[in-house]
């Protein structure tokens, strides 16, 4: 069974538009973490946030936020304001603490900032 | 800082051939996992190694095996090579073993089977 799932295939929006990622996980863990990681044309993941089961507190970073839902075992990501230079694959990922660093990643969403 | 750093950066082998992917860690990160990421697809875990023990393993047959040196650097050999191993293979590294650390990624080797 998928662990985390990117309904999103690829996403278009026009450069300053707000767009939102989603990703939904599945875990019998009651302690796991959450990671979204960016990977432009050049291959590199590059990691962008860490939350872990406990704390559902929402983060901002700058144009960066994320709404992390136990609930709803959701872990979306928000990008505000829109610039070209977020074109890119971003990708959501799980761990668990009986697997230790062993990452489960979506199947990512392509997101396009058209200027 | 240097970041994870892989080599070679792209490869052509032959089908039934054996290739070995190389990857050194960020200097004091102590764990190293290695993830095969097919195009149009996210990363799928292969292995995972701290302080030279094994300490995962993906569902990768067993022409995949890895090791990790001393210095903390690994290898990744991938033994008869079929035209479904051509793929992006990722490198990680992370300070402990923990599921709480993060994994800081190298550019990867793109490897093509014909």
């Known amino acids: 069974a998928q662990k985390v799932t990117q309904a999103q295939t690829e996403i278009s929006v026009v450069e300053k538009e707000d767009v939102t990622l989603d990703c939904v996980y599945e875990t019998r863990d009651t302690t796991y973490y959450l990671f979204w990681y960016k990977q432009p044309p050049s291959g590199e993941l590059v990691f962008l946030i860490r939350?872990?089961?406990?704390?559902?507190q929402n983060e901002i970073s700058g144009r960066y936020s994320w709404n992390f839902q136990k609930s709803t075992s959701s872990f979306n990501f928000t990008i505000t304001a829109s610039q070209v230079v977020d074109s890119a694959v971003y990708f959501c990922a799980l761990s668990e603490a009986r697997t230790g660093n062993q990452f489960y990643f979506g199947t990512g969403t392509s997101l396009t900032v058209i200027p | 800082d240097a970041g994870v750093t892989q080599s070679p950066t792209h490869l052509i082998k032959t089908r039934g051939q054996q290739v070995t992917l190389r990857c050194s860690p960020i200097?004091?990160?102590?764990?190293v996992s290695w993830y095969q990421q097919v195009l149009g697809q996210g990363p799928q875990f292969i292995f995972q190694y701290y302080e030279k023990e094994e300490r995962g393993r993906g569902n990768f047959p067993d022409r995949f095996s890895a090791r990790q040196f001393p210095n903390y650097s690994s290898e990744l050999n991938v033994n008869a090579l079929l035209l479904g191993d051509s793929a992006l293979y990722l490198c990680?590294?992370?300070?402990?073993?923990?599921?709480?650390?993060?994994?800081?990624f190298g550019p990867g080797t793109r490897l093509t089977v014909t």
């Open positions: 200097s004091g990160h102590k764990s």
């Open positions: 990680a590294s992370s300070l402990f073993s923990d599921s709480s650390y993060e994994q800081y």
């Open positions: 939350r872990n089961s406990f704390d559902e």
